[in-house]
């Protein structure tokens, strides 16, 4: 199985001592290029008769990122504000997840190469290296926890809700693809109108819906959800009725 290079994605933030760091994606980034080094030691032991032994004793890691500036968009933002960052100030946490469901989380420094600027005709430009500082964590797909609903605010069957709600749901794992979720008015099986967006973790999920009516029936049906592993959520409805 080969998958192209746009289905690798990846978040950068800053690091902190306790808990759970925030990430942000970068906008409009065009390559991402990673650089391996190692460090071979070599030796010619008499036993193998003038042949050279080899061990890999030591590595380092490197990422090229090149694209365009997007003022605004808090992933270039961060980057961007590196630019005049030196000691612990450069450090960034590296998040890269690849399209087979595999995360890679590292810690390391950010260098900015070319932070702005180009041909008065070209889009104003943002390139940085990242540099490992250690031993990456390298989570693979298959050690990932199934894909579940955790919470749902509101609860399946709760009455009384407001509204003007924007319902939460809360999965076990982040969320790759979740277009399949519908939001119909019971009545009727009118579609409602909604508008999903997904927090730093791709775990929670904001539906962001138009035109509740009072004392109405709803289902959010949750179906072909799946996460970063891709594993698929079993379809799931939640109804709630409206005050």
Same mark, same amino acid.
């Given at each position: 199985?080969v998958f192209?290079v746009?289905? @690798?994605t990846f ?9 759970t760091?925030t990430?942000?994606t970068v906008?409009?980034v ?9 460090? *071979? ?6 036993d ?5 032994? #080899?061990?890999?004793?030591?590595k ?13 968009d808090?992933g270039?933002?961060? $980057? ?6 030196t000691? #612990?100030?450069?450090?960034? $946490? ?12 590292? #810690?390391?420094i950010i260098?900015l190469?070319?932070p ?15 540099t490992?500082?250690?031993k990456?964590? @390298?989570?693979?797909a ?13 609860i399946a069957n709760?009455t009384? *809700?407001?509204?003007? $709600?924007s ?5 076990s ?5 979740f277009?399949?979720?519908?939001f119909?008015k019971?009545t009727?099986g ?6 999903a967006?997904?927090d730093?973790?791709?775990? *929670? ?7 509740l ?7 959010i049906?949750?179906?072909?959800v799946?996460?970063i592993?891709?594993q *698929?959520?079993a379809?799931?409805?939640?109804q709630f009725?409206?005050a």
């Amino acid at each position: 199985m080969v998958f192209p290079v746009y289905g @690798y994605t990846f978040k950068v933030g800053a690091p902190v001592t306790t808990g759970t760091p925030t990430l942000y994606t970068v906008k409009d980034v065009n390559s991402l290029e990673p650089k391996i080094k190692s460090t *071979v030691k070599n030796w010619t032991p008499l036993d193998q008769d003038g042949w050279e032994r #080899n061990l890999i004793t030591g590595k380092s890691m490197s990422f090229d990122f090149k694209g365009q500036r997007n003022y605004e968009d808090p992933g270039n933002d961060f $980057v961007a504000g590196k630019l005049l960052s030196t000691g #612990n100030d450069s450090a960034a $946490v590296l998040e890269i997840n690849f399209p087979n469901g595999d995360i890679m989380t590292c #810690n390391g420094i950010i260098d900015l190469t070319a932070p702005f600027g180009g041909a008065s005709t070209d889009i104003d430009t943002l390139e940085w290296t990242y540099t490992l500082d250690g031993k990456p964590a @390298y989570t693979p797909a298959s050690a990932a926890a199934p894909l579940s609903l955790v919470s749902s605010s509101p609860i399946a069957n709760a009455t009384g *809700v407001a509204d003007n $709600v924007s319902p939460i749901l809360t999965f076990s794992n982040p969320i790759f693809n979740f277009e399949g979720i519908s939001f119909i008015k019971v009545t009727d099986g009118s579609l409602i109108t909604f508008t999903a967006s997904s927090d730093s973790s791709g775990k *929670v999920l904001t539906l962001s819906a138009t035109g509740l009516e009072a004392a109405a029936s709803y289902e959010i049906i949750l179906a072909g959800v799946t996460d970063i592993y891709s594993q *698929v959520l079993a379809t799931q409805i939640i109804q709630f009725t409206t005050a």
